[in-house]
């Protein structure tokens, strides 16, 4: 019998069978997506999953939603399980939860949001706002325990992240962590990676931008610390960048058969990497993103190309 797990998943793979190549459907008909582990628990999660920011957030601000459906049928059906969101992604957070817990697949997402209540310029946090928008996110998601919740921006972490100690210490939380884009503030996220007992980091990584591999990503494998890595596109810079070009015939050596999976695939490819999340609003987009974690990974002669390739082309 078919299942309307099977309906959506061969759905999917039939819109996508004139662009995917025949190797790629046989491993998402197979199951055989890429996995990390969790270093602290060995809990493996699928290489790439989902994002909020950008045109999601501007979908869920929307009056129509629909679209952003398809988005997590797509993602679920194709093996991946990660979606990242955040209080501070305008309605992202609120209408994902409406929307998963209508499909009844909120227990089948590992589902990582974060807190932030720091007052700007001060750049302090008040602890009992900080656990009132923790459990705003409960009430959205729908979930107990949640499975990670990071500091955002690196709040006031000392505050912040004492709180979530308290949460997965009360089995509300599984994973703890801290997040921050832009090098900056690279040596703040590396103090806290050093100084506090954390799960996860998210950080900013992209084939032009480079920046956390230098620093950031050394320490995370040295201190057994999961990487959610964010904006695998440069947010549009790098599509701006490719703009007219073709995807070089070599990179379908490792199944990058798109410009999308050549940038996920370069940075699902760092070790110390243990998911993507690239946001989209779009099916289509969706599943050739998760198609990125099926196949091989390109090895280090072959990121060194990828990185040489990249850096000839103009600016954004």
């Known amino acids: 019998m078919l299942t309307r797990r099977d309906y959506l998943k061969y759905s999917a793979l039939g819109g996508a069978t004139l662009t995917l190549p025949a190797s790629l459907l046989h491993a998402l008909e197979t199951g055989d997506i890429i996995k990390r582990a969790i270093p602290k628990t060995g809990e493996e999660l ?85 656990r009132a928008q923790i459990e705003r996110s409960f009430s959205y998601i729908g979930k107990d325990p949640i499975d990670l919740i990071q500091v955002h921006n690196l709040g006031d972490v000392q505050t912040q992240l004492a709180i979530l100690q308290e949460y997965k210490e009360e089995g509300r939380v599984r994973y703890i962590g801290a997040t921050y884009t832009g090098a900056r503030r690279y040596p703040d ?15 900013d990584y992209a084939v032009d931008n ?28 790098l599509w701006s960048r490719v703009r007219g070009i073709d995807v070089p015939e070599w990179a379908t050596e490792f199944g990058a058969d798109s410009w999308g999976k050549f940038f996920i695939k370069y940075v699902a490819s760092h070790p110390a990497v243990t998911c993507v999340t690239p946001a989209t609003s779009k099916a289509t987009h969706m599943l050739d993103n998760i198609g990125a974690a099926y196949g091989a990974l390109p090895d280090p002669a072959t990121r060194k190309r990828m990185e040489e390739m990249v850096d000839a082309l103009p600016s954004a």
């Open 210 to 237: 480079r920046e956390s591999a230098e620093m950031i990503l050394p320490l995370a494998k040295e201190r057994g610390i999961a990487v959610l890595s964010y904006v695998p596109f440069g947010r549009t810079r």
């Open 189 to 203: 996220l590396a103090q806290v990676m050093r100084n506090f007992d954390i799960d996860f980091i998210g950080v």
């Open 46 to 130: 699928p290489v790439v999953g989902l994002g909020s920011s950008a045109t999601f957030r501007t979908v869920a601000q929307s009056d129509d939603v629909t679209a952003l459906q398809g988005v997590f049928e797509t993602l679920l059906e194709n093996g991946g399980t990660v979606f990242d969101t955040a209080p501070g992604y305008g309605a992202s957070e609120e209408v994902a939860g409406q929307i998963v817990r209508d499909l009844g697949i909120h227990n089948d997402l590992f589902w990582a949001t974060k807190v932030n209540v720091a007052e700007r310029g001060s750049g302090t946090a008040d602890a009992k706002g900080a």
